[in-house]
């Protein structure tokens, strides 16, 4: 089946501590997105890339940072984690820039600890 | 600035009917989506609406008037494992996804 799968699914770390999240999609979508979700908060949308163009939403913080080295897989480096970027951290793929019906298709998500 | 308002939380009854309002103010529109979920989980889409109406699903319809700013979802024949968040999200003028902070729904035996 089509999909997107992320890893790890948990993730601890401690405070300061380098952090690489992956993912990775058979869909051959070509926009990608990284969202960051606390409890019962909205998604809250980092980066997404349209093919390889990469878009750093303005409240990004620059202690995140992101890589595409091909369609099928996204990065998400957290460089130094404090307590509060401890969140789930979704990847979510769409056919297009966003015209038509074009759903999210989003993987499992990576839950971050930071202790 | 660009807002979505959902009820924080429900509680309903197995095997009941409960609507889940969305009211939204943003820049533009292109559409307004519901996705579900799960505790832990990833959201999942559940519908999409661009014209004004209702779309059914199944046990899941979802109703939009975009000159009130307002949409619902509408779950039937409420299942225990329909206990979930469930998301309204609103694409903007630039196609940017605007998503509500979700309605926590518990169903009740």
């Known amino acids: 089946d089509a999909m997107v799968i992320q890893n790890p699914r948990y993730q601890v770390t401690q405070f300061g501590k380098p952090v690489t999240l992956s993912c990775s999609q058979t869909l051959n979508h070509n926009v990608m997105y990284w969202y960051q979700q606390k409890s019962s908060q909205a998604p809250k949308l980092l980066f997404h890339y349209y093919d390889k163009d990469f878009n750093n939403e303005a409240d990004t913080p620059d202690n995140f940072q992101s890589r595409r080295p091909n369609t099928s897989f996204c990065f998400l480096d957290i460089r130094s984690p404090g307590l509060g970027d401890a969140a789930m951290y979704l990847c979510?793929?769409?056919?297009?820039?966003?015209?038509?019906?074009?759903?999210?298709?989003f993987g499992a998500g990576s839950r971050l600890t930071v202790l | 600035g660009q807002n979505i308002d959902q009820p924080t939380e429900m509680t309903a009854t197995e095997g009941a009917i409960v609507q889940i309002n969305c009211t939204y103010q943003t820049s533009g529109f292109n559409g307004l989506f519901w996705y579900q979920q799960h505790a832990g989980e990833a959201p999942t889409f559940l519908s999409y609406n661009v014209l004004d109406g209702l779309e059914e699903k199944g046990r899941f319809s979802s109703f939009l008037s975009r000159s009130k700013g307002y949409s619902y979802l509408l779950l039937k024949e409420l299942q225990m494992k329909d206990s979930a968040s469930y998301l309204c999200a609103v694409r903007d003028r630039n196609y940017q996804l605007i998503w509500g902070a979700g309605t926590k729904l518990i169903i009740k035996p």
């Open positions: 979510a793929t769409s056919g297009e820039g966003g015209s038509g019906a074009n759903v999210l298709t």
